[in-house]
């Protein structure tokens, strides 16, 4: 099984999903879909663990295609979120994430943790330019992380996401990657070359 720590005090690392971690991530999205529901549009379509498991196997055909990956994110040997691309736009050199937490893990630090290292990644390992992030507008929690990473929240899309019974704003957020070379500098998180996705 890939690992990939990304913070060794708090015993947190990035897994790439693989089909055994079905029945774990299924029983994360149960204990969490009320709370989920709120700003996620893919819960309906996930009623059985087999709906994960499908989910799981387009995620290796993502990451087989080189459009990116998902991954688990871990704390503590216990599953508690997922973050990844929307895919890789390798012509512009971009790409867009998303990300989810488990309810008795927000404010935690754990998915800001996540998502610089993620766009660490993206800049110094494939050296993209651009990777965006999009909030509904009303997600504050969501919208939180890129403004911690210094993101320039460049716009609103007027009602870009159906959600079951109603339209969204999102908030587009942007790093780019002479940005994240000058805002980070000396304090940018280091991934060690073997525990590259």
Known sequence: MFSWIIDHEKRLELRLLE??????????????????????????????????????????????????FQAGIWSEERLVGIIGHHGINWPNRSTSLGYWLGEAHSGSGIMTAACRAVVAHAFEEWHLNRVEIRCATGNHKSRAIPQRLGFVAEGVLREAEWLYDHYVDHVVYAMLASEWKSEKGGTRHEIPSDQTP
């Open 19 to 68: 089909l055994s971690q079905a029945d774990a991530l299924f029983r994360l999205t149960e204990e969490n879909r009320g709370y989920l529901r709120q700003w996620l549009p893919w819960l309906d379509a996930i009623q059985r663990v087999e709906d994960t498991g499908r989910f799981i196997e387009s995620t290796q055909e993502q990451h087989m295609s080189n459009s990116g």
